[in-house]
């Protein structure tokens, strides 16, 4: 072993790697990421609700949603308000089953798009009147507000 000056062992210089510009390039790329970032439960699924004259605002406690895309995909929501990814009848079936054995107070609120064959839109109410939930709700649009687009 070398020694220095006065007895002494030499240091060894490790390299060092100055990172406080790499954390103000992460701060940067994380503050874009949140601003560019929408938080849209719905998105990529844009649906044209029915009209209805007799249309009222519903309480969203305890409430599970069933989405009918206008190509007849069917989507289940969780309380927190994702969508799932799509599912069919018997998987859906499944699902509400589950939901009622944990929580049988849940209400359901049906979406189906206006363009949607009526035979599915009977199919899933029927389904989860079969199942027993009773407060069953389907998502309409005023006239007024359709009117005013």
Do not use: C
């Not at 030499?10 to 510009?21: G, R, W």
């Not at 406690?61 to 799509?86: A, L, T």
């Not at 107070?105 to 049906?110: F, G, H, K, R, T």
């Amino acid at each position: 072993m070398r020694e220095g000056p006065f007895g002494k062992p030499l240091k060894k210089d490790f390299p060092l790697i100055n990172i406080t510009s790499l954390i103000d390039v992460m701060f940067l790329l994380l503050i874009f990421l949140v601003i560019t970032t929408t938080f849209n439960p719905h998105l990529g699924l844009s649906l044209k609700l029915p009209e209805s004259k007799t249309s009222e605002k519903i309480e969203e406690n305890n409430v599970y949603r069933v989405v009918i895309g206008h190509k007849g995909d069917i989507y289940i929501s969780e309380k927190n308000g994702d969508i799932s990814n799509p599912v069919t009848i018997e998987e859906l079936e499944k699902k509400l089953k589950e939901i009622k054995i944990k929580n049988p107070s849940a209400s359901l609120i049906l979406e189906a798009d206006a363009e949607v064959p009526f035979r599915i839109t009977v199919k899933v109410f029927d389904l989860a009147l079969q199942l027993g939930y009773s407060g069953l709700s389907i998502a309409t649009i005023p006239e007024e507000e359709k009117n005013s687009e």
